[in-house]
């Protein structure tokens, strides 16, 4: 297989970064928003020291579209490593209210410190922060019950920064998700692609499919057989299972042959919305 190469930071994401840092002050609680797919792909490296010393949670999103039992077993790790997590489900609302309690929890000790001072309470300020299409923005509208701030199904849809007050005692900062200068890591790099972090136009669809389907034949054949009807051992060649889907996909061009681009976008369109199932490709270690 070709050696892939992806690497994504476009201009408005490095003044995000500076946008972010400068925001900061503001703030009281840091939203960290993750891919329950990818809690560590996911995980922007830079964080660390942007956010420094602000109490912080860890959100993993999309929980739905990632492995009940893998979630419940991160949770698990990060609550060993100190930092509360919890897992939600944005688009059907799961997880929200615990999300609220817990972000109220993170900021009780400074709250009760500006009281004792004697300054006038004031709501939670809260900055969701996390990479590209995580569901930051769909998050503010689920907690304001209303489509306020733009969402969409591919990276890069936030570019400014923008506080929205949530009742009376949340405000929440919208950021552009934002990925780091250099993906050394191109496994992870290719989990950011499939689960949609990357944009479809900083990596080539043939690499990132083929990939994907080897990840597919190898640990999930029997997803692959069922989703496509497929006779189950699959063909040991892609490019022979590619055929098939192509053929019971109807994926022909002229002269009958198969239409290869549109069954790779098949695949990575069906992988992604769910549709062969909910897939963790990110592991907690037992260490
Ligand atoms: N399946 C599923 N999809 C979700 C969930 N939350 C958000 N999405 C979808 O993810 C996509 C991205 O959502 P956005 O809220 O625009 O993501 P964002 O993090 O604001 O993205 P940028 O502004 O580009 O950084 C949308 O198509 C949402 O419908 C979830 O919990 N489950
Ligand atoms: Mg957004």
């Excluded at 999103?61 to 060993?80: G, H, V």
Aim: aromatic share 4%.
């Amino acid at each position: 297989m070709k050696v892939m190469h992806i690497n994504w930071f476009p201009g408005h994401m490095a003044k995000a970064h500076r946008m972010i840092s400068a925001q900061l002050k503001l703030v009281d609680v840091v939203i960290e928003l993750l891919d329950a797919r990818i809690p560590v792909s996911s995980a922007n490296p830079l964080i660390d020291t942007i956010v420094a010393s602000k109490p912080r949670i860890v959100v993993l999103n999309k929980a739905d579209l990632a492995e009940q039992e893998w979630t419940d077993r991160w949770i698990a790790k990060f609550k060993a490593q100190g930092r509360p997590a919890i897992a939600i489900e944005t688009l059907s609302g799961a997880g929200i209210k615990l999300l609220i309690s817990r972000t109220e929890e993170a900021a009780r000790e400074k709250m009760a410190l500006r009281t004792a001072k004697g300054i006038n309470p004031r709501a939670i300020r809260a900055m969701i922060l996390g990479i590209p299409n995580v569901g930051k923005s769909s998050l503010i509208n689920r907690l304001l019950g209303t489509a306020t701030v733009r969402t969409g199904d591919k990276p890069g849809v936030t570019r400014g920064q923008q506080w929205i007050k949530v009742g009376n005692n949340l405000e929440l900062l919208d950021t552009p998700g934002v990925l780091w200068p250099k993906l050394e890591d191109q496994e992870v790099a290719f989990k950011l692609a499939i689960t949609s972090a990357i944009s479809d136009d900083a990596f080539d669809l043939e690499d990132v499919v083929s990939r994907l389907l080897l990840l597919l034949q190898q640990n999930y054949p029997e997803r692959l057989a069922e989703r496509f009807k497929l006779d189950n051992p699959l063909p040991e060649d892609p490019a022979v299972v590619m055929g098939l889907i192509g053929e019971r996909r109807g994926c022909l061009r002229g002269g009958g042959q198969i239409d290869m681009q549109r069954v790779r976008r098949i695949l990575l369109s069906e992988f992604r919305d769910g549709k062969m199932g909910r897939f963790t490709l990110d592991y907690p270690t037992t260490t």
